[in-house]
Every structure is written in C-alpha cells, then in structure tokens.
C-alpha cells in the first residue's frame, strides 16, 4: 500500500503518454509548439510556488553550488543521454524528427519527479501511508504526459521508469528516515527541486538549455545541510 500512489501516477503517466502518440501526426506542429510554451509557462509558475517555500537563503546557495558542482564532475547529463542515444538508434531509427528520445525523456521525467508535489507526497505516502497529494499529481500527469507525448515523442512514455525508481525510492527513504524528516527540512528541499523545476519552465520555452539532470544532486543536499547548521 505504500507504493499505491506511485503505482497509481506512473499508470496514468502511461495512458496519457500512449493517448499523446496516437494523436502525434493528428496535432498541427504550430499546435504543438503552443502547447509546450503554455505547459512551460505552468512549470514555470508551479516552480515558482514551490521555491518561495525556503526559509534559509544559504542553505538553497550551498545546495545549488555544491549540487551542481557534483553533477558536473559525475557529469548524470551525458551519461543519460549516450543511454538513451543507444536506445534511440534501437527502437526510433527513423531520422529527422524534431524531438529526440532523450529529449522527451528528459524533459517529462523531470517535470513528473522534481517539484514539490512529488517530494512531499512522496513523504506523505512513506511516512503515514497518505497517498492523496500523489494521486492528484497523477491526474497533472496525465494531461502533462499527454501533450509531452504528442510533442515530444515515446522518450515521454519511458520516463514511466525513472518516475517509479525515483518517487518509489522516495517514499521508501521517508519511510525509513521518518525520523529525521522535520518541516524545515522538507521546506528546503522543496525550494531547491522547485528552482529545477523553473529550469525547465525555461528550457521548454526555449529560454535556456540547460542540463538539468546535473543539478538532480543538489535537491537532497538540503537535508545534510539542515542536520548540521
């Protein structure tokens, strides 16, 4: 039952994403690009929400800093990406199309797993068995997934992986680090996912390109940095 909300978003990430690629060639591409614009525009307000949740200016800085800093040097970007180039050149060998597997996958599984809806109702459901904010974030899910698919392509559909590993694994941490998860603490964290979640508001709406599977590690280093100052 711990899992239950996780189980629950991953299927409706799923079925949006199997909906959004059948009507893939069926949505205009000037469509398209307007929809992926307005969702980027969401992502940008819900990471906004989300980052003025902080309460410890340094702690956010440290996060960043450091965190990036490790993401840089295990450099997570382009090992994911010669992953999934590999399964791309299996399973999507057809050239020429405007968004590529990695692309889709990158983009949506950062979306569906760095906010603060996954982190707290990841926390919610390993903590007390409360799964209600995870099964409202499947319901975004599944529209998000829907008009990630048709725009972005099957990288949306894979994501479903990463989304059980990383929000199960969450919810299996909080379980056992009960605890040690006080209020400030998840503040912190939630204000640090949020800042990538604005990141990729940004990279949606072609403001950046930034490689944000790097800066993943600085969204747990507020935990660390809230046990020791």
């Not at 791309?88 to 597997?101: D, I, N, T, V």
């Not at 599984?109 to 603060?116: A, E, M, P, Y």
């Not at 990463?162 to 009960?178: R, S």
């Amino acid at each position: 039952m711990m899992f239950l909300g996780t189980a629950v978003n991953c299927l409706t990430i799923a079925v949006g994403s199997l909906i959004g690629l059948l009507f893939n060639k069926g949505i205009p591409q000037r469509v398209g690009d307007q929809l992926m614009k307005a969702l980027g525009l969401c992502t940008l307000l819900i990471g906004i929400q989300g980052a003025l949740k902080g309460e410890n200016a340094l702690i956010m800085i440290l996060s960043m800093a450091l965190g990036v800093l490790l993401g840089e040097l295990i450099d997570l970007d382009r090992h994911f990406n010669r992953l999934l180039q590999r399964v791309e050149a299996r399973f999507s060998p057809k050239a020429g199309g405007k968004h590529s597997l990695a692309e889709g996958f990158t983009s949506s599984s950062l979306l569906f797993c760095i906010g603060s809806m996954t982190l707290v109702g990841a926390i919610n459901a390993g903590v007390s068995g409360d799964q209600t904010m995870l099964y409202t974030k499947a319901m975004l899910d599944l529209c998000s997934s829907l008009v990630f698919a048709s725009t972005l392509g099957i990288g949306v559909l894979f994501s479903v992986a990463f989304v059980a590993v990383y929000q199960g694994g969450l919810t299996l941490l909080a379980h056992f680090a009960a605890p040690l998860l006080q209020a400030f603490a998840i503040n912190e964290m939630t204000c640090v996912g949020s800042l990538l979640i604005i990141g990729t508001g940004l990279n949606l709406l072609g403001i950046t390109k930034l490689k944000l599977l790097n800066f993943l590690p600085a969204m747990f280093l507020p935990l660390l940095f809230c046990l020791f100052l």
